[in-house]
């Protein structure tokens, strides 16, 4: 098709960024009338071309709007670039003042230096939907702020409304792929829109939307879904975002089937001899089924829940901010009514004995089924002090409900609302007390305590004990038996899973459909109230809340429910949903997860995991106050076979361990045994306290081999491996260069003795390095050790920052592009947004930099506090510090593989 413009001449002065740069430029514009949108283009060719640099994002709104977004929707930028050809493409210069002289060292530094070729932008683009057919005025703007206002006349609908969609489509879905691409938080508001345009405008959705059914693996698929690893939900809310009727308008499968048998698994370990292992009193109230994690005493409680909250309710915070706030120790503990206050921690400790959470999974987002376990010291006290606060809130708050009921036969005290904002039971048998959000678990609390048939009864966790035993005291106790891993697979806990997803998909998608609609509505004067008209004019999908168990979607005020789960992040613990009947889909979906379980994962290992603390009066030789974290984890009993060929790497455990020169900031060695190293061999590496490369430096091999070059480090192996003396042509050996030393093929250097070869592309390193280095006897066995030095203060530090900061940046930058899109693309008001994103994801955003979400009304666009400008800095701010460089000051670790056991071994210093 031939771009026929509208030519608009206009007088620009561009300021404060390079396509701000002197001269009038013409800008090109065309708008073409269709139903339901209209499609327009802006392009403004720059005076001054962008070289190296990509400058922020365009927008337009409709300068004439009065409200909303106007006739303005779904716009899109990007960046008209064209290459520029390298020295050995330019035209040959005339002699003379050196011209010819520099082009050849230009020509020299190209070949010994390659690169990717560079683009210049030229033009900044700007494509979006219009309705209606008069005239338009178009404001531009970018970060900095406004660029220009624009009239466009608008054409009728002709032949060439067509391909200029097409366009439109193609360079939409690519900014929305980019977008999901960076972000960090599910991308449920992009995939809506895609689908919901794709379906109103008739457009094919792209392949990467609808090839998420790929599967590779469905033991790690299904791992990845237990886990809650975002991409793991992401083909749930994709596969309900584009509906599922079948041709004829009916609900494509119906739940008639029975449901499917679990995998077929082997039988339990079972060891007699076990049985008078001592065991705590409080694992003989737990139910077999369900995680333990035993604090001991209240004041271990308190300390892991103040640190906690120190990193907003999310322990993944200490590493890195994530871009949605899970604050899920706040959401339990209110779902509880177990908020600590400042009276509790004080009496708590003259009331309690022993303290535990219990529950079947931890699917904390998606209604997980847990609870607190109490051995009461003072079991009037603890029932009046639990009791008193049951009722002030249920005094205090109209919405919230405290009654009795009856479960196995026992009166049970139960503080509840609708929506299941607070589920909480409450059950007492003789000094223990169980508070929990679910029903089954008063009802096998109950049956424990009769039939005696705990979890301290079962083999596993006995030989659990035995291996760690109480004497230990450990401040956190996690153990996660056979059976509630299993639990985690069975059907009607897999395919409640799935289909709460699909219910959280329906509830996130039913507020978007509704913003959309509304902000069309101020321009088409039609309103959409209900479910219905937003179906049938395609802002929700055909059969939308059709689903297989009978529950629905409802509207109810300003807020969205599941009517069988309740509201998004306080839906029914799955343990208390009753699965009967299942789809041909679901029953066909689960076959496959069971007989893959039955064929590589007959069994589930148990994990056992100790966590000790101590104060260290300053860590690293320091000032500085702290702790140290001594974590002792073990998988027993192991069958090391299903796990792969990775396990057969690994020599036997060995209690010899590599010493290493004490300017080395990281080691890490490893015992291990194949066909190519021979017998038993310690391989073993270290780096220098330096600056390393950059990630982007090792892009191609030229400069992989380069930046390998720079950094100092070695690697070694004891004894020597033999390896390198078997390649062809002695080319192991290299040449000589001094006592024990050779080079070799690529300027590596190797160091063998008859005991040690080490290599590095540093001859200095290993000269400095060979004095301290040695093999030692340790009184702990391991395959693998590994340790860290203190980064505080390091000249590594710089570049540890420096990733971390690119990743938040990326992060916060996403966030703000999401509060921009919810903004521009659902017309929802700014002063209400962040709001509206939280009722979408069902958890707040947060800013991964740390800052504030506050938004421009001068460039319309959303930034963060914590970039200090409108766009976040390329470089690390003077004064950012990452979470982990707040308080990580060194650590050692280990890893040993036994016959029956895999054991791990971590001890970390940490500032306080």
């Given at each position: ?195 919901m345009l794709s379906r109103r405008i008739g457009m094919p959705l792209p392949s990467w939307f609808t090839d998420t059914q790929r599967k590779d693996d469905e033991v790690l698929d299904t791992l990845k879904l237990i886990a809650g690893v975002p991409g793991a939900s992401e083909a749930i809310f994709r596969r309900s975002a584009v509906g599922s009727l079948d041709p004829s308008g009916r609900p494509a499968d119906d739940a008639s089937l029975p449901l499917p048998p679990p995998p077929r698994w082997a039988p339990m370990f079972d060891d007699p001899s076990l049985v008078g ?185 006995q030989l659990a004990r035995q291996l760690m035993p109480t004497e230990r005291n450990d401040s956190l106790f996690v153990y996660f038996s056979p059976e509630m891993l299993r639990g985690l697979v069975s059907p009607s806990y897999l395919i409640e899973l799935r289909r709460r997803l699909a219910a959280s998909a329906d509830i996130a998608m039913l507020h978007m459909a509704r913003a959309a609609a509304e902000q069309e509505s101020l321009v088409t004067g039609r309103s959409m109230i209900g479910v219905d008209p937003l179906i049938v004019d395609g802002f929700l999908p055909a ?6 168990d009978g529950s629905g979607t409802v509207i109810v005020g300003d807020h969205v429910m599941d009517t069988q789960r309740g509201s998004r992040g306080h839906f029914l613990p799955i343990a208390d949903v009753t699965v009967d009947l299942v789809t041909a889909d679901e029953a066909a979906w689960y076959g496959d997860i069971a007989r893959q379980y039955e064929t590589k994962f007959p069994t589930i290992d148990p994990i056992m995991v100790g966590i000790q603390r101590e104060p260290i009066g300053g860590v690293n030789g320091g000032g500085e106050p702290g702790e140290r974290i ?283």
């Open positions: 098709m031939r771009f026929s413009t509208l030519l608009i001449c206009v007088s620009c002065i561009l300021a404060a960024s390079a396509e701000r740069s002197a001269m009038a430029v013409d800008v090109l514009a065309r708008a073409i009338a269709g139903q339901p949108y209209g499609v327009a283009t802006i392009e403004i060719p720059l005076a001054i071309p962008i070289v190296g640099q990509t400058p922020p994002p365009i927008q337009v709104t409709d300068a004439a709007a009065t409200t909303g977004s106007g006739r303005v929707f779904y716009s899109f930028s990007e960046d008209v670039k064209v290459s520029v050809p390298p020295p050995s493409e330019t035209p040959v210069p005339r002699p003379g003042n050196g011209r010819l002289l520099g082009r050849l060292g230009n020509l020299i530094r190209e070949i010994a230096n390659p690169e990717a070729d560079q683009e210049q932008t030229v033009a900044r683009r700007v494509t979006f939907l219009f309705v209606g057919s008069d005239p338009l005025t178009i404001r531009v703007s970018d970060a900095v702020g406004e660029i220009g206002t624009y009239p466009i006349a608008v054409e009728p609908n002709s032949a060439a409304m067509n391909p200029r969609m097409d366009q439109w489509w193609q360079g939409y879905v690519a900014a929305a792929k980019s977008q999901i691409d960076a972000a960090d938080y599910p991308t449920w508001i992009e995939d809506y829109l895609i689908a292992v001592p065991v705590e009193p409080m694992a003989t109230r737990v139910p077999p089924e369900c995680f333990y994690i035993r604090y001991g005493s209240f004041e271990n409680y308190a300390w892991f829940a103040d640190l906690s909250t120190q990193y907003g309710g999310d322990i993944s915070s200490m590493v890195m901010l994530r871009g949605i706030e899970m604050d899920t120790t706040e959401r339990i503990q209110n779902q509880l009514n177990l908020e600590m206050t400042e009276l509790s921690r004080m009496l708590a400790p003259n009331v309690i004995e022993d303290q535990a959470v219990i529950g079947r999974d931890l699917f904390l987002s998606e209604g997980t089924s847990l609870g607190v376990l109490f051995k009461a010291k003072n079991g009037f006290l603890l029932n009046t002090s639990l009791g008193g606060d049951r009722s002030k809130l249920a005094r205090d708050d109209d919405e919230v409900s405290l009654k009795d009921v009856t479960v196995g036969g026992q009166t049970v005290s139960l503080l509840s609302t609708a929506d299941n904002r607070v589920r909480s039971f409450m059950v007492r048998d003789g000094d223990y007390f169980l508070i929990t959000n679910s029903r089954k678990l008063v009802e096998r609390f109950l049956e424990v305590g009769v039939s005696g048939q705990s979890l301290a009864a079962t083999p596993a966790f059969g939308f809340g059709v689903r297989p001594t974590i002792h984890a073990e998988v027993a009993p192991l069958v090391p076979e299903k796990y792969g060929k990775w396990a057969g790497y690994l020599g036997p455990p060995t209690r010899v361990s590599m010493k290493f020169a004490p300017d080395d900031i990281v080691a890490v060695q490893a015992h291990v045994a194949s066909d190519q190293l021979g017998p038993p061999t310690h391989l073993f590496a270290a780096i220098k306290d330096t600056v390393p490369p950059q990630p982007e430096d090792f892009d191609g091999l030229l400069n992989t081999f380069r930046s390998l070059r720079g950094i100092p480090g070695y690697l070694g192996a004891w004894p020597q491996p033999g390896m390198l003396d078997r390649l062809p042509l002695g080319i192991g050996r290299g040449q000589p260069v001094g006592p024990g030393m050779n080079r070799l093929i690529g300027g590596l250097y190797r160091y063998a003795d008859g005991q040690f070869s080490v290599l590095s592309f540093q001859p200095a390193v290993l000269e400095s390095t060979l004095p301290f280095l040695g093999a030692v006897d340790v009184d702990d066995p391991a395959q693998v050790r590994a340790s860290v030095g203190n980064l505080r203060g390091s000249q590594i530090e710089g570049w540890v920052n420096g990733q971390l900061y690119d990743h938040a940046r990326e992060g916060s930058v996403a966030g703000a592009s999401l509060l921009s899109l919810v903004t521009r693309q659902l017309g929802v008001a700014p002063e209400i947004a962040e709001q509206q994103i939280e009722k979408i994801l069902g958890v707040p955003l947060q800013c991964t930099l740390g800052g504030q979400y506050e938004y421009s009304p001068a460039s319309q666009r959303w930034f963060s506090t914590a970039w200090r400008g409108p766009v976040a800095p390329m470089i690390v701010p003077p004064d950012y510090v990452p979470p982990p460089m707040t308080w990580f000051r060194g650590a050692q670790a280990t890893v040993t593989q036994y016959a029956d056991r895999l054991v791990a071994d971590a001890v970390i210093d940490v500032a306080r």
